[in-house]
């Protein structure tokens, strides 16, 4: 296994911080305190969150070139997402095995070739999980509510069910996630960086992300050009 993807393994065991890098003790106190499903992005009455920002051509910022990604959370002390296109950086067995769960007889093969994807730039030493809502995963703890038929968790809880062989469909992991400061993101989509739309399941749980940049800007009705040229235009 590579340096880094033993880096992006090294704090598995206390991620449980959910956050911007200038305050995360308050998220960590609402993952903490989350018995079970906190809804998270629903209540703040966010128009671009929960949703997707997809990044326009070309951004001129490399970790985010041809990015869509799921913004969970938008508020006036900042803005928290994940790339759900990024580079693959390990395989979900070696997850597993960095973080010290031998997968059974009955864990599905396809689970453990599919790839932990880089979520964004910050903490990438934090490993999330994203999963569709369902019955199944009602009970996981630490869970929270990113949009509807969307959740994440940081909690190694799940990650031990699923070395344990139990089936979680469309389960996605992402090593690190995207941060916005105060005031950042707004500046962003004014001057045309990122184009907002609606959060998709058929984006966020799609396991070829090849082409998610292009297909994101079908669901908006546009084309990564088109965007541009208006918002050049507009400028």
């Keep these: 296994m590579s340096g880094g993807a033993r880096g992006a393994l090294a704090g598995l065991g206390l991620s449980v911080r959910m956050g911007l890098p200038r305050e995360p003790e308050a998220w960590a106190r609402r993952v903490a305190t989350a018995p079970r499903r906190t809804y998270l992005a629903g209540s703040m009455g966010s128009s671009l969150a929960p949703g997707i920002l997809i990044a326009a051509p070309p951004l001129g910022d490399p970790n985010f070139d041809r990015s869509v990604v799921l913004l969970a959370s938008h508020d006036p002390d900042g803005s928290f997402g994940w ?83 139990e089936e979680v469909p469309h389960v996605r992991a992402f090593a690190g996630y995207a941060g916005w400061a105060a005031g950042q993101l707004e500046h962003e989509v004014k001057v045309g960086a990122w184009l907002p739309g609606a959060a998709a399941e058929q984006l966020v749980f799609r396991q070829d992300t090849s082409s998610v940049w292009a297909d994101a800007y079908a669901l908006q009705g546009t084309t990564p050009m088109a965007f541009t040229s208006r918002t050049v235009g507009s400028a």
């Design 83 to 165: 790339v759900i296109n990024g580079r693959m950086v390990l395989t979900m067995g070696e997850l597993l095995e960095q973080a010290g769960f031998r997968p059974s007889a009955r864990t599905d093969s396809a689970l453990l070739n599919r790839g932990v994807c880089r979520g964004g730039p910050v903490a990438t030493n934090q490993v999330w999980l994203i999963f569709p809502e369902s019955p199944v995963t009602a009970d996981v703890e630490g869970q929270l509510r990113i949009a509807p038929g969307i959740c994440a968790t940081a909690s190694r809880a799940l990650l031990e069910r699923l070395a344990a062989g």
